[in-house]
Nanobody
Framework: QLVESGGGSVQPGGSLRLSCEAS????????MGWFRQAPGKEREGVSC????????YYPDSVKGRFTISRDNANSKVYLQMNSLNSEDTAVYYC??????????????????WGQGTQVTVSS
């Protein structure tokens, strides 16, 4: 089971830190990913961190602003989001998959999914 938290409403330029807590599987052997889905758009991969702490970011739009990290002792993965803008408004999901992050962050790669947390960036 994966449970996200930390979403909410924030003004442009603000920051949020999303958390995802895992249970029911051996967290430290899984890669963890963050996805997002904006209204009317397909779900897109944002970032991935492998079981060995290698980090991969996917859309250029989040590089330099978002940071993924994991805490294996507490079975959690985080997404620190800075300099948020309206295009970051979406439901954010965490997911768990095979130990290495894929070259293309495909939904089908991941085995477990959370229910999502809403992030709204608006003035």
């Amino acid at each position: 089971q994966l449970v996200e938290s930390g979403g909410g409403s924030v003004q442009p330029g603000g920051s949020l830190r999303l958390s995802c807590e895992a249970s029911g599987f051996t967290f430290d052997i899984y890669a963890m990913g963050w996805f997002r889905q904006a209204p009317g758009k397909e779900r897109e991969g944002v970032s991935c961190i492998s079981s060995s702490d290698e980090v991969t970011y996917y859309p250029d739009s989040v590089k330099g602003r978002f940071t993924i990290s994991r805490d294996n002792a507490n079975s959690k993965v985080y997404l620190q989001m800075n300099s948020l803008n309206s295009e970051d408004t979406a439901v954010y999901y965490c997911a768990a998959g095979p130990p290495a992050c894929p070259l293309v962050l495909a939904i089908a790669w991941f085995d477990y999914w959370g229910q999502g947390t809403q992030v709204t960036v608006s003035s």
